[in-house]
């Protein structure tokens, strides 16, 4: 068994752990990004609008059967890493087994209802025509591998817990080979591929990330950083299932709310037309630059607010957390210099210049959200740490203060027609409105974080 030691030695600097951490979930988050990005750049330079507003609305559903496994994945983050700074090991293996048996419910479940309601949930998100018939058509091939998709994000997120953040980083090298490499070539029928068009850029992420999920679960049978994987520890316990539950729920009540708010959002957007959607897709694709960035300091707050919690060393925790929240605010600063200045010629990138009225829409938008990045920083830095304590509560709070009573509203007045009693500022009022919403909540988080109640939460 390849054990790998705690993190969470005093004797140890902060910031070289913080660094250590992050930089092979950074690389990690880069290749996730490149499966989207990936889809993007095939479809915005190949196909057409309705295809890319089809993308659009694809890549936020995808992004909720993600967040829809953070009912497993938060949990076993927080107990693994809590279990490994207290030393103990085997008990943190149990959690791992655990864990991977309840995102094969949940993955599996997801995969059943997602397949039977795919249509409905398109039309509900204010998606019509042909852009609609190819959102649903995505959804339901990537829906396929949901069961599999749990358990990579379950089991990459045990293994962070006890400090392994580069299974990942390895893990998603090789789905993005698989993804671009069977997605441009299904598109096109490169080679012996067939022409399967748009379906091909699907199956070609469904394939990679289908293959990222058994080679995880291979991993796990054959142990790894402590986590192992056999049948008998699988079977569900209750005591160890409803700690599991306990920090997670919370946590996917903030990441559901967080995704189906941006769904509605994207609703409210959609009504401005094709153009804008597609507009808006490329621009959350750039800005996603700042996401994958932000995750990798992220786990490691989250990571060694744990370990050092189960250590009994909470100043350490204290110090893990800033240490990771100012370096983060720090990049993404500097992250957002860099797009306010190139917002032009990353529209260019994702279009090839074919759709001008496209980058005319998104590149002030794009613009817009530069000057979001250090509270950005804050608000996931901050919820990593409060998540690695088990103190998941809070987030929920905030996440729902952020969008009902400032983000939603908000949109609605400034995207609304004047005619009809709003502002008529279209997507660009939206993401003003976006912009709002994330500086509220980054003020929130910072609070409960300083006020130091994570310090005693109950795991």
């Not at 659009?56 to 993600?66: A, D, E, M, N, R």
């Not at 010629?345 to 938008?365: D, I, K, N, Y």
């Not at 304590?389 to 609605?412: E, K």
Request: proline residues 4%; charged residues 10%.
């Amino acid at each position: 068994m390849d054990d790998a030691p705690s993190l969470a030695v005093p004797g140890s600097s902060i910031a070289r752990q913080v660094i250590w951490l992050a930089a092979p979930v950074l690389v990690e988050q880069s290749l996730l990004y490149l499966v989207g990005l990936s889809d993007t750049l095939l479809t915005g330079r190949y196909l057409s609008q309705e295809h890319l507003a089809a993308v659009t609305v694809s890549s936020y559903l995808f992004w909720f059967l993600g967040n829809i496994l953070t009912i497993v994945s938060v949990g076993g983050t927080a107990l693994v890493a809590r279990m490994i700074g207290q030393g103990q090991r085997t008990a943190a293996a149990r959690i791992c087994q655990q864990s991977i048996t309840i995102a094969l419910v949940v993955g599996t479940a997801t995969f059943a209802i997602g397949w039977m309601t795919a249509p409905a949930i398109v039309r509900a998100l204010n998606l019509r025509g042909a852009a609609a018939i190819h959102a649903t058509l995505f959804l339901k091939i990537v829906l396929t591998i949901t069961p599999l998709l749990a358990c990579t994000t379950v089991g990459i997120a045990c293994l962070r817990g006890a400090g392994d953040t580069r299974t990942g980083m390895w893990v998603m090298i090789l789905v993005n080979l698989i993804n671009v490499a069977l997605s441009w070539s299904l598109l096109q029928g490169i080679g012996p591929f067939p022409t399967l068009g748009f379906a091909g850029i699907a199956l070609g992420t469904a394939i990679g990330e289908g293959v990222g999920g058994l080679v995880v679960l291979g991993l796990l049978i054959r142990g790894r950083s402590g986590m192992t994987l056999d049948w008998r520890g699988m079977i569900p316990v209750w005591h160890e299932t409803r700690r599991i539950l306990r920090i997670s729920v919370p946590a996917a009540g903030e990441s559901m709310t967080n995704v189906l708010s941006q769904l509605w959002f994207l609703s409210l957007i959609n009504l401005l037309g094709a153009t804008a959607t597609a507009a808006h897709g490329v621009a959350i694709r750039c800005e996603a630059i700042a996401f994958l960035t932000i995750t990798a300091f992220a786990v490691a707050a989250s990571t060694l607010t744990g370990q050092y919690l189960g250590a009994g060393r909470p100043d350490l925790a204290s110090q893990a957390a800033r240490t990771s929240w100012w370096l983060g605010v720090v990049v993404l600063s500097g992250l957002g210099v860099l797009i306010y200045g190139l917002a032009g010629p990353m529209f260019f990138v994702f279009t090839g210049g074919r759709q001008p009225e496209v980058a005319a829409l998104g590149v002030p938008v794009l613009r817009v959200v530069a000057f979001a990045m250090p509270a950005l920083a804050t608000i996931n830095v901050l919820n990593g740490a409060l998540r690695g304590a088990g103190d998941t509560r809070w987030p929920w709070v905030i996440v729902v203060l952020g969008y009902l009573v400032v983000r939603i509203p908000l949109t609605y007045l400034l995207t609304t027609p004047e005619a009809s009693g709003g502002l008529g500022w279209g997507l660009y009022g939206a993401w003003i409105a976006m912009l709002a919403d994330l500086c509220l909540r980054a003020a929130l988080v910072a609070a409960r974080f300083l006020h130091g109640g994570w310090r005693l939460a109950r795991v």
